[in-house]
């Protein structure tokens, strides 16, 4: 008989569809310190990536990724912006897939687009940290 694993409530997408969205996946940098975790906080402006300018001039928007340094994996993301809801999917996968950042390196993201964040956040990491 095949069981399935428990859910992963810690690592369930969710997006608020206001202006700006609101999307998220995973802990927050408060909950990961909470239990324990030897976490890195990444902060990275949206309006600063070449594919932002391709939705606005004046695009506004945030990125955060929480990194876990100890096993070099991403734990938790939150975006803001506008129509930030589709970086939450790759997001998620590397969550809940505990994908090694140094794996993420080899992710190109197309470009220009907003999915460029993911090599700035990484890069805001550096390549020896995990």
């Known amino acids: 008989m095949r069981t399935s694993p428990p859910a992963d409530h810690a690592a369930v ?12 996946v995973g802990l927050t940098a408060k909950k990961a310190e909470e239990q324990g975790l030897n976490v890195k906080v990444l902060d990275y402006d949206l309006a600063d990536v070449a ?3 391709e939705q606005s001039d004046a695009y506004v928007g945030k990125a955060r990724a929480v990194v876990d340094l100890d096993r070099g994996v991403l734990v938790g993301a939150t ?5 930030i809801a589709e970086l939450l999917h790759s997001a998620t996968i590397a969550v809940v897939g505990e ?4 794996r993420l ?15 700035r956040l ?6 020896d940290s995990a």
Do not use: N
């Open 13 to 24: 997408p969710q997006v608020t569809f206001t202006d700006p969205e609101v999307a998220s």
């Open 51 to 53: 594919g932002s300018s």
């Open 122 to 127: 990484l890069e805001s990491l550096g390549r």
């Open 79 to 83: 975006f803001v912006g506008p129509d």
């Open 99 to 102: 994908v090694p950042i140094t």
């Open 105 to 119: 390196w080899h992710a190109v993201p197309s470009y220009p687009t907003v999915s460029e964040v993911w090599l």
